[in-house]
């Protein structure tokens, strides 16, 4: 029965994925930037960065600094990286990057276990306005 779940679960994530290939199409396709762009979707915030993974994750370790979080894990090269850290009352946090183009990120913020819109979109606000100053 399990089995039966897992095989229909992916073959429904693979439909969504193919389905949204087809509607974006591949001439004049620009992905969107920044915090207006973002979408909430899953426990995790989507959010794309017309900039380097370097850069990137030096301003998304930068937001998490300024929320007091305590980074417990880092990794970052030109593909993407990750950072995990845990805010002052405990709560997990999870920052995931990959590279879209050289100049494009594309970041997955997820607060807690099961998500938190609210400050995943503050966290996203910061890693844009560190982004700004660079």
């Known amino acids: 029965m399990r089995t039966t779940k897992r095989a229909a679960t992916i073959l429904f994530l693979i439909a969504l994925q193919v389905q949204g290939c087809a509607m974006m199409g591949t001439r004049g396709y620009e992905p969107p930037y920044g915090e207006s762009a973002a979408t909430y979707s899953g426990g995790a915030l ?3 960065y017309p900039n380097t993974v370097f850069r990137t994750h030096d301003a998304a370790r930068e937001a ?10 880092a990794r970052k090269d030109a593909t993407g990286g990750i950072l995990d850290a845990r805010m002052p009352d405990g709560t997990l946090v999870a920052i995931d990057m990959q590279a879209k183009k050289p100049d494009i990120t594309a970041v997955a913020i997820k607060v807690g276990t099961y998500g938190s819109e609210e400050v995943s979109r ?3 606000r910061r890693i844009e306005a560190n982004l700004q100053r660079r």
């Open 46 to 48: 989507q959010a794309t």
């Open 64 to 73: 998490l600094r300024d929320f007091n979080a305590t980074v417990t894990a």
């Open 122 to 124: 503050s966290i996203s």
